[in-house]
DNA sequence: CCCTGATTCGC
DNA sequence: GCGAATCAGG
């Protein structure tokens, strides 16, 4: 595989959107996460933020380096005048406000109904589930690394969310629970202690 | 352990 | 220019 003018397009879009150098080597296919890092070097887009390993590509000191101009600063003219601003931030689509947690009732109200519009899949319902646990799942869904199908490993979350149907719809991915396929917090609504389990008496 | 990015260096 | 190997941090 070569960097096709495409291929780099891809890389400069998901690099600046913060996924990582595996990630972005996944969704390319053929290369490595070391390409893709070689690759992000070699086109200058180094740091983001802090991902995860920042400081210490500066802090260099150069003990036997006689001269090293390296004339950097490019006035680089802007080619593109219009506007077509780069957004640092992605562009969260709908971020319905969930329930807020902070409020304690004396009494727990098993309300917290599933603000869904549509048929849900066969997701896991939640029926008796704590309040808790489902806050906890609508604030780590913020955090999912929106996995593909494929890029689902032994240890990545397998918890599905959206609906199957549309663009709309990935795996967590995040760390999954020791011997669990699911994360924390999804392990926390995927397995109830069998409760109410009785309604159907013969 | 599994993950991340950074750097080096032979090709 | 490329990227595996290696390094280093979390």
């Avoid at 090293?68 to 003219?77: E, H, R, S, T, V």
């Avoid at 906890?136 to 494929?150: D, P």
């Avoid at 795996?171 to 995927?190: I, M, R, T, W």
Wanted: proline letters at 13%.
């Amino acid at each position: 595989m070569s960097w096709t003018d495409e291929r780099v397009e891809l890389l400069k879009k998901m690099w600046g959107e913060g996924q990582s150098a595996s990630q972005i080597a996944k969704e390319l296919g053929g290369v490595t996460r070391n390409a893709v890092i070689g690759k992000v070097h070699r086109l200058g887009l180094s740091n983001r933020s802090t991902g995860a390993t920042p400081a210490k590509a500066e802090a260099k000191a150069k003990p036997a380096e006689p001269a090293k101009p390296q004339a950097a600063a490019k006035p680089k003219a802007e080619a593109k005048p219009e506007a077509a601003p780069r957004p640092a931030s992605e562009p969260k689509p709908a971020a319905p406000a969930p329930a807020p947690v902070e409020t304690r009732p004396a009494l727990p109200a098993r309300k917290q109904i599933i603000p869904a519009g549509q048929p849900l899949p066969p997701q896991p319902s939640a029926n008796e589930i704590s309040p808790e646990a489902l806050a906890k799942v609508s604030e780590v869904e913020k955090k999912a690394k929106r996995l593909t199908l494929m890029e689902l490993t032994e240890r990545t979350c397998k918890w599905p969310v959206g609906d199957p149907a549309t663009d709309d719809f990935w795996f967590c991915g995040l760390p999954v629970q020791p011997g669990k396929p699911y994360c924390e917090a999804h392990v926390g609504v995927a397995f109830q202690p069998m409760s109410a389990r009785r309604d159907r008496r013969r």
